[in-house]
C-alpha cells in the first residue's frame, strides 16, 4: 500500500514520461472514430485585440473569486458590450501559461481571449473574455440539482469536441468539472479556465517535468495520484477522459459521485474511492444503457482501456442522441436558473 505509507504533495515536482499513444498500447476502439462537432465556418487562432484599455471598462459584479484572482462583470462603455475580465495576481505562473494557451485557440467549444490588459499599478494582469451567460455546470446544478439525460448528452458532446479541438492541438486541460464548463442561454457549452493546461511537445508528446498534483483532486485519474501503480506512466490525454467521466456522472447523480453523500472529501477518502473503490451503478430504470456504457467507458482505471475521445464522440449517447431534443432541454435547464438567479 505505498499510496497509504508515503502521501504525496501538492508540490511535489516529478519526472513523468507520457507516452504516445500508440496502436500496439491500446485495444481495438470501442466504437467506430466520428467528428467532433465542428462550426459551420472554420476558424482559426488569431492575434489577441490590443485595441481595449482597461479604464474603457465598468466593473458590474463579481463573477468568482480563486486563490490566483477574480472574474468580473463587465461593460465597455462606448459599445455596452459585456464581457468577462479575469484578473490573475501578480506573480502567478498560470496567467501567463493561461493567456498563451488561449492566444492558440478559436472554438465554439473554448471559452474566448479577447485581449490582455495589463494592470500597471499592481503588475496583475486581465484577461478579456467572452460572458458565458448561463454560468458554470456546477453553478446550475447547485440551483437545479440533476441534470436531465437528454442535456446531459449534449453537455458531454460540445465538452467532447472542445477536448478534441484542443487536443488535436496537444492541450491538455487537466482541469476539467462542472465548474470549468460554461453554459449559455443558447444552449452552449465551452471549456474555461486553463490555468493548469499545458502544451505538449511534439516529439512523442513525452515530458520531463510535471507538476502532478495541480488540479483539483477530486476529479484526478488514478495514474494521476499514483502513476507508479500503472506502469510508471500518466497519459494526460487519458486523464482529461477521466475527469469528464466524473463530471458527467456528478452532474446525473445531483451530487459528487465517488463519495457518499455527505463524506467530507479528504485527500485520503478520494485517493481510496478514486483508486480503489468503484463509481456508483447505475440501474437500468434510473438511467439509460447508453449513459451507463458512456460513463464506464470513461472511468476505467487502466487508462489504456479508457476510451479516447474520439471514441467517445462516436458512443451511442452522443451519436444517436436526438440533437433537437438535447438542445432544446440544455437551454431549458439554463434559461430556467437564470430566470430564477434575475428573481433573487
Not at 66 to 74: A, I, L, N, Q, R
Not at 166 to 179: F, Q
Not at 244 to 260: H, K, S
Request: charged fraction near 20%; glycine fraction near 6%; include cysteine.
Amino acid at each position: 500500500m505505498a499510496l497509504i505509507r508515503e502521501k504525496r504533495l501538492p508540490q511535489l515536482q516529478l519526472s513523468l514520461p507520457i507516452p504516445a499513444r500508440a496502436a500496439a498500447q491500446r485495444p481495438k476502439p470501442m466504437f467506430a472514430p466520428a467528428p467532433a462537432l465542428t462550426p459551420k465556418k472554420a476558424s482559426t487562432p488569431t492575434a489577441l485585440s490590443s485595441q481595449f484599455r482597461l479604464s474603457d471598462f465598468d466593473k458590474l459584479a463579481v463573477l468568482g473569486r480563486g486563490s490566483g484572482g477574480t472574474v468580473y462583470k463587465v461593460r465597455h462603455r462606448e459599445t455596452c458590450a459585456l464581457y468577462a475580465l479575469k484578473v490573475q495576481h501578480y506573480g502567478d505562473p498560470a496567467a501567463a501559461a493561461e493567456a498563451d494557451i488561449l492566444s492558440r485557440t478559436a472554438s465554439p467549444f473554448v471559452v474566448r481571449c479577447h485581449s490582455i490588459l495589463p494592470v500597471a499599478a499592481s503588475g496583475d494582469i486581465a484577461m478579456l473574455l467572452e460572458l458565458v451567460d448561463g454560468g458554470s455546470l456546477d453553478s446550475i446544478k447547485s440551483r437545479q440539482g440533476a441534470f436531465p439525460e437528454a442535456a446531459l448528452a449534449e453537455v458531454a458532446a460540445q465538452a467532447l469536441s472542445g477536448l478534441a479541438y484542443l487536443h488535436a492541438r496537444r492541450i491538455v486541460h487537466l482541469d476539467i468539472k462542472p465548474a470549468n464548463l460554461l453554459a449559455s442561454t443558447a444552449g452552449e457549452i465551452k471549456v474555461a479556465d486553463f490555468g493548469i493546461a499545458k502544451v505538449l511537445p511534439r516529439a512523442g508528446d513525452q515530458c520531463t517535468s510535471y507538476v502532478l498534483y495541480v488540479s483539483t483532486t477530486a476529479y484526478m485519474s488514478p495514474e494521476r495520484f499514483d502513476p507508479e501503480a500503472h506502469g510508471g506512466h500518466y497519459d494526460p490525454y487519458a486523464a482529461d477522459v477521466w475527469s469528464l467521466g466524473v463530471t458527467i456522472l456528478e452532474l446525473f447523480m445531483g451530487r459528487y459521485p465517488l463519495l457518499p453523500a455527505g463524506q467530507k472529501p479528504s485527500w485520503a477518502a478520494l485517493m481510496c474511492a478514486v483508486c480503489f473503490g468503484e463509481a456508483p451503478a447505475l440501474s437500468d430504470g434510473v438511467a439509460s444503457p447508453e449513459l451507463q456504457g458512456f460513463v464506464a467507458a470513461c472511468l476505467h482505471k487502466d487508462y489504456r482501456k479508457r476510451a479516447s475521445v474520439a471514441e467517445l464522440l462516436a458512443h451511442p449517447f452522443v451519436a444517436r442522441r436526438d440533437v433537437a431534443v438535447s438542445k432544446c432541454a440544455l437551454r431549458k435547464l439554463v434559461a430556467d436558473v437564470s430566470l430564477e438567479s434575475r428573481r433573487t
